[in-house]
Each structure stands twice: as structure tokens, then as C-alpha cells.
């Protein structure tokens, strides 16, 4: 049996995948999925000159964590569509700040997760590698059973 499983997506193609797969194996077990994005921080807080001028202008207030929690709502709202759309039933959202494996890892013992569904690498452009920083320390320290998908 499997009643609970954690995704970490951050939006790539390899993390849509997962996303595919658990919702595949969340409907065939009637298991929760969980979509996890962690934001990297702390956050620098940095934002480019030429933004900082058009939001004074603007009488906008535009941080770094303002752009990044926008990002990190379309990536988790994109994830639940599609798997609404591959069969899973019960799906929670989570963003958190932090480093993403130590971040994932907290969330997969608290939340008891028995399986990590995620991308074999995700937005990391160094293509040669075969697992990511984030999947490589994941698949290692993993409480639970750990899938990284290609
Ligand atoms: N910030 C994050 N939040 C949630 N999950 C993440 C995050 N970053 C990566 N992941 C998960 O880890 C998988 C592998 O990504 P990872 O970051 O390890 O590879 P990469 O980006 O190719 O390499 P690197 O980040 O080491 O340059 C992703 O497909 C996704 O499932
Ligand atoms: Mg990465």
C-alpha cells in the first residue's frame, strides 16, 4: 500500500515528469500527493536597478521574494493541473524557503511521505550530469523510498 507521496518540482521538464508519474501511481493506490516547491534562501533580496526605478515610479514595492513567490505559485499551479489531469485525486501545494534537498527532506519525515517522486535533473544546465545536487543528496538521505525519474 502507498497512502502518501511527495513531489519536489522546481518547473522543469524532468520535474513535470515526475509530477506525471507520481499522479499515475497516486491514482492506482488512491495515495495523497503532495507538490513541494522550495524557494532558494535567504534570498539576496536583490533586485535590478532599472525595476527598482520603474516600481518607485510605479509606487510599487518589488522585491526579489516578490518574484520568486509568483514563480513558485504558477510552478505549483501548473504541477496540479497536470496531475489533476493524470488521475490524482487528493494534491497539496507547499512552497517553503530554503535549501531545497534539506527542505525536501524535512517535509518528507514530517509529513511521513513513503515515496519521493522526482526528477532525475531539473533547470541546471550542466547536461552531462546525471543526477542534480539536489537529487543526488535527496536519493542519498531519504527517509522513504526515493524515484528519480529520466
Ligand atoms: N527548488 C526546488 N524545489 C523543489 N524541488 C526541486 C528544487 N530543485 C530541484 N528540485 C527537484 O530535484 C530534481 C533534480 O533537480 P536538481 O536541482 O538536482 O538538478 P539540476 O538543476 O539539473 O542540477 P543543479 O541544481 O545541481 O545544477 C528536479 O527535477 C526536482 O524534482
Ligand atoms: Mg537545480
Redesign the pocket.
Known amino acids: 500500500m502507498l497512502s502518501s507521496i511527495l513531489?519536489?518540482?522546481?518547473g522543469?521538464d524532468?520535474?513535470n515528469k515526475?509530477v506525471v508519474f507520481a499522479a499515475d501511481l497516486a491514482k492506482r493506490y488512491g495515495a495523497k500527493l503532495t507538490l513541494?516547491?522550495?524557494?532558494?534562501g535567504p534570498g539576496s533580496e536583490h533586485v535590478p536597478e532599472e525595476l527598482v526605478e520603474y516600481a518607485r515610479v510605479e509606487h510599487l514595492a518589488v522585491t526579489e521574494r516578490d518574484l520568486l513567490e509568483g514563480a513558485a505559485r504558477e510552478i505549483l499551479e501548473k504541477a496540479e493541473k497536470q496531475a489533476r489531469n493524470h488521475g490524482a485525486a487528493e494534491i497539496q501545494a507547499v512552497i517553503d524557503v530554503g535549501d531545497?534537498a534539506r527542505r525536501?527532506l524535512h517535509h518528507a519525515a514530517a509529513g511521513k511521505a513513503e515515496l519521493i517522486v522526482?526528477?532525475?535533473?531539473?533547470?541546471?544546465?550542466?547536461r552531462s550530469?546525471l543526477?542534480?545536487?539536489?537529487?543526488?543528496k535527496?536519493s542519498h538521505l531519504a527517509p522513504c523510498t526515493c524515484v528519480?525519474v529520466r
Do not use: E, K, N, Y
Not at 7 to 10: A, F, I, K, L, M
Not at 36 to 40: A, M, Q
Not at 131 to 136: C, M
Open positions: 513531489v519536489p518540482t522546481d522543469s524532468h520535474a515526475a513541494l516547491h522550495v524557494i532558494r531545497p525536501i522526482m526528477g532525475s535533473r531539473g533547470l541546471g544546465d550542466l550530469l543526477l542534480g545536487s539536489v537529487s543526488h535527496v528519480t
